[in-house]
């Protein structure tokens, strides 16, 4: 157990950063298997509809450094793809 206040500060703050950054990753991740979901059912406009939802908070989650920029586009580039590839098909 941490005997400096400043350690406990440290437990505390991260405490409640974890906390945070599990939420949004949490909300990222439901987001993401909706696109999935109706691309699977074959629903396009469901995946259309859901696609921009999941890109916004995709670019919020790296905007506050939840995900690293390179995984957000690296979601985002498969995503759009495979709505993409549902259109044509």
């Known amino acids: ?12 703050q991260t405490f409640k ?3 945070r950054n ?3 990753r949490s909300h990222v991740r439901t987001l993401v298997k909706r ?5 699977d059912s074959g629903d ?17 989650a ?3 450094g939840i995900f690293h920029r390179k995984t957000g ?4 580039s498969r995503l759009t793809q495979r709505v993409s590839g549902l259109e044509e098909a």
């Open 1 to 12: 157990m941490a005997n400096h206040a400043s350690a406990k500060k440290r437990i505390r």
């Open 17 to 19: 950063r974890t906390a």
């Open 22 to 24: 599990k939420t949004i």
């Open 35 to 39: 696109v999935r979901a109706a691309i």
């Open 44 to 60: 396009m406009a469901t995946a259309k509809a859901a696609l921009p939802a999941a890109i916004r908070r995709i670019d919020m």
């Open 62 to 64: 790296v905007s506050k």
């Open 73 to 76: 586009s690296r979601y985002i």
